[in-house]
């Protein structure tokens, strides 16, 4: 049984900063401390954690919106997950971030929601306070 993850969370950078903290090899590296190997085009591959997380790029645009068909290397044999990342720029010139991530193994569930706020969101945030001083 697969269930959907939702997590909205915002953070004082624009969406294009955003984006790239999760669409750019180099900055996905830098933020996570793991390699990240991540195709700039549609149907392109991509590889993050140092090989725990792959899958393919399914849709891009730009500070709006990603779309991966997505799978960590714990997930049972042929399983794939859908993780959206939306992106809007909030009233304050900031950025929200609406994740949905969509066929997540049941019990699988809770440390994948971890894993998101710890590997990303928490290290984001720091990274944007760091750029801003």
């Not at 900063?17 to 549609?42: F, M, N, P, R, W």
């Not at 792959?54 to 997930?75: E, N, T």
């Not at 794939?80 to 929200?96: C, I, P, V, W, Y």
Request: with cysteine; hydrophobic share 35%; proline share 4%.
């Amino acid at each position: 049984m697969c269930k959907t993850i939702k997590q909205k969370v915002k953070f004082k950078a624009s969406p294009m900063t955003i984006y790239q903290c999760i669409a750019d090899s180099k900055k996905v590296t830098t933020l996570t401390g793991e390699t990240a190997t991540i195709s700039k085009h549609i149907g392109g591959t991509f590889s993050t954690m140092s090989g725990k997380v792959s899958g393919i790029i399914v849709d891009l645009a730009p500070s709006k919106r990603i779309v991966q068909a997505w799978r960590r290397s714990d997930f049972p044999e042929g399983i794939f997950s859908m993780a959206t990342f939306t992106l809007k720029e909030t009233s304050e010139g900031g950025t929200e971030v609406v994740l949905t991530h969509r066929g997540v193994p049941k019990e699988l569930i809770p440390d994948v929601e971890e894993s998101w706020r710890q590997n990303y969101w928490d290290k984001i945030r720091t990274t944007v306070k760091t750029q801003s001083k």
